[in-house]
């Protein structure tokens, strides 16, 4: 397959990695998920996490907007990609680090995407993702997002 930048990716060539491909438009509605999958592959892809975006065919969307804060391969898509996977648009299919599809859902939730990321990343390793009240807390506190519109930060406060 060829990325948007005319690099050619091999999924082959990820194997040993949990790879998290998400098929979208790239409209506005879907810019949330977009950016989540960003900061959930920045937090986690020392442990071997990748993601790919799949890029299905549309009329309108905000591709270029996107591109300033999403740095992944992005692949245009006529459709083989989808029929391979049996996928729809706004689905996020988990390949597991023996390249077998795990999961796969439509418009999910964050925190479920969360959950499977770790839980097949270190499914053969112990690990805590349980945080104190204080510590939960103290992130809630420092959640933000950005207007890409604009560029503006904007600070999510949590009463």
Not at 16 to 21: R, S, Y
Not at 60 to 71: G, P
């Amino acid at each position: 397959m060829r990325t948007l930048d005319g690099q050619t990716i091999k999924f082959t060539d990820f194997i040993g990695n949990v790879i998290l491909v998400r098929f979208s438009r790239f409209t506005q509605a879907d810019i949330p998920y977009l950016l989540y999958l960003d900061h959930l592959y920045n937090k986690f892809k020392e442990y071997g996490l990748l993601i790919i975006y799949i890029k299905t065919l549309a009329k309108k969307d905000m591709l270029s907007e996107i591109r300033t804060k999403i740095f992944r391969p992005i692949i245009e898509d006529d459709g083989y990609i989808s029929s391979i996977f049996n996928a729809s648009l706004g689905d996020t299919v988990i390949i597991d680090r023996d390249f077998r599809i795990k999961f796969k859902h439509n418009e999910f939730p964050n925190n479920i995407i969360y959950r499977q990321a770790c839980r097949f990343l270190f499914e053969n390793e112990p690990y805590n993702n349980e945080l104190s009240e204080k510590e939960l807390g103290n992130l809630l506190k420092k959640i933000y997002f950005i207007n890409i519109r604009n560029n503006q930060q904007r600070i999510y406060r949590i009463q």
